[in-house]
């Protein structure tokens, strides 16, 4: 399977929602809604976790990445992802680099 990458720069074939969602593992669901709640603050189901990437037009989406900043603003501009940005790195995303520090490196050698 190709490398898929997240507008942001996650590694989709890295991301437990990503593999879950493969693999129909609800073991992995079950413990990435837990971990993602604790890590987010925010209440996460199992059947939350359910994505196929966020570059995909088509369901499931990770409920998050549907109103994700990053993806709408890299859509609306036409890109794949935000490595591809006139504007790279913004504000917003310098701050998400700081959860996810291996987002930033897939972009930059994405930039190269």
Known sequence: ?????????????????FIAT????????KKTAQEWSAMFKAEI?????LCIGCWS???PIFAHCR?????LCAKKRGLPHCALCA???CEKLEQFFQM????????EALRK
Not at 2 to 8: H, L, Q, V
Not at 22 to 29: A, S, V, Y
């Open 57 to 59: 037009d088509k369901e």
């Open 1 to 17: 399977m190709e490398e898929k990458i997240g507008c942001c720069g996650i590694q989709c074939l890295q991301c437990p929602a």
């Open 45 to 49: 189901r199992p059947e939350d976790i």
């Open 22 to 29: 493969k693999n129909q593992d609800e073991e992995l669901r």
């Open 100 to 107: 996810v520090p291996s987002a930033k490196a897939t972009l």
């Open 67 to 71: 109103e994700c900043d990053y993806r």
């Open 87 to 89: 504007d790279y790195p």
